[in-house]
Every structure is written in structure tokens, then in C-alpha cells.
């Protein structure tokens, strides 16, 4: 049975910094793609970031290029989201999600959520102006 479980949510100032952990049981996450996706009240889920996990290629959406930074521990099987300069626009419940297995995805559908087949349960980031 796969489980990802995220942690690390919380309550920020804008301009703060918060890093988010996914730790995946029952799914190796190497030679896998696995990302970040976030959904604010009354918004579509969005993806934000993403990442083989093999050669550490990653993918952002325009609205966190720059200010956040997706990695992955191999040995702790997890993958983490390192968030800097927030603002209140990314205020949201994170969410960590896994592609099937040993399924290669064309940079076009890194960060599209029916891409990915597990999902945790969602950490919760706000973020006060």
C-alpha cells in the first residue's frame, strides 16, 4: 500500500520561509516522478513543482520559479519543497503526489495532476501579510 505523508505546513509572515516533507512508504520514489501541487479555497488544485527523481530534473510553474526549490533524499525516500519569499497568494493545503510507476512524463505533463496516481493528504501552508 502506498502512502506519501506530508509535514512541515504551517503559518508564515509574508517574505518567510518554510520547507515542506513528503516521506513515501510502499513506493520507491527513484526513477519516479513525484511533485507538488496546491489548492486554495474555491481554486482548481495547481501544480507547482516537480521532479524525476533519478536525475533530479524539476519543473516549476511561473508563480514559484525562483522562489521555491523541489529535492529529493533517495536514502529517506522522501522529496521535499524548500518555499522562500512567501506571499499570501500561496497560501493553500500542499499536496505531495507520485506518478505510476517507471512512467516517463513529457515535460508538458509534469505538473498536471491527472498525471499522478498517489496522493498524500495535504499539508496546510498560510501565509499573513
Known amino acids: 500500500q502506498v502512502q506519501l505523508v506530508e509535514s512541515g505546513g504551517g503559518s508564515v509572515q509574508a517574505g518567510g520561509s518554510l520547507r515542506l516533507s513528503c516521506a513515501a512508504s510502499?513506493?520507491?520514489?527513484?526513477?519516479?516522478?513525484m511533485a507538488w501541487f496546491r489548492q486554495a479555497p474555491g481554486k482548481e488544485r495547481e501544480g507547482v513543482a516537480a521532479?524525476?527523481?533519478?536525475?533530479?530534473?524539476?519543473y516549476y510553474s511561473d508563480s514559484v520559479k525562483g522562489r521555491f526549490t523541489i529535492s529529493r533524499d533517495s536514502a529517506n525516500n522522501s522529496v521535499y519543497l524548500q518555499m522562500n519569499n512567501l506571499n499570501s497568494d500561496d497560501t493553500a493545503m500542499y499536496f505531495c503526489?507520485?506518478?505510476?510507476?517507471?512512467?516517463?512524463?513529457?515535460?508538458?505533463?509534469?505538473?498536471?495532476?491527472?498525471?499522478?496516481?498517489?496522493w498524500g493528504q495535504g499539508t496546510q501552508v498560510t501565509v499573513s501579510a
Open positions: 503526489a507520485a506518478a505510476r510507476e517507471l512512467t516517463w512524463l513529457h515535460p508538458s505533463q509534469t505538473l498536471i495532476s491527472d498525471e499522478y496516481k498517489y
Open positions: 510502499g513506493y520507491r520514489i527513484n526513477n519516479n516522478w
Open positions: 521532479i524525476y527523481t533519478s536525475y533530479s530534473t524539476t
